[in-house]
């Protein structure tokens, strides 16, 4: 299935093709502040629409995934991993996907604190 998604302003936009199985919700130090639920995707599952200027990068840690965000109204869409290869992955905040029912989401608790 095709999803559309967006940071609020629009700025930042993409499209995901997946099944949306589930999402996790992780309380490491970033994740919990920003209540995101994500659906973990191969990076190349995710194509963006829309960017510009206006798409931000923060890292953290081990600088091993960027969590991106859109600097004109701070949505963070998604995320993904910084390394090279086949086996990358794209971190969908499904809070930011168009027509998805989110209390049918299956959500799956990750205790990110203690990784």
């Known amino acids: 299935m095709l999803y559309k998604g ?4 629009g700025k930042v ?32 599952s995710m194509r963006l629409v829309a960017w510009g200027d206006d798409l ?3 890292t953290f ?15 963070h869409p998604f995320a993904e991993d910084l390394g090279q ?5 794209a971190y969908i905040n499904i809070n930011c996907l ?3 029912d989110l209390a049918a989401v299956q959500v799956f608790e990750f205790d990110g604190r203690a990784a």
């Open 6 to 9: 967006s940071c609020h302003c």
């Open 13 to 44: 936009a993409f499209e995901v093709e997946g099944e949306l199985g589930g999402a996790v919700r992780c309380n490491c130090s970033i994740c919990g502040r920003k209540g995101a639920l994500l659906w973990a995707v191969p990076h190349e």
């Open 56 to 58: 931000g990068k923060y």
């Open 61 to 75: 840690g081990r600088c091993a995934i960027a969590h991106r965000f859109c600097r004109t109204c701070g949505i």
């Open 85 to 89: 290869g086949s086996e990358r992955s």
């Open 98 to 100: 168009e027509n998805v």
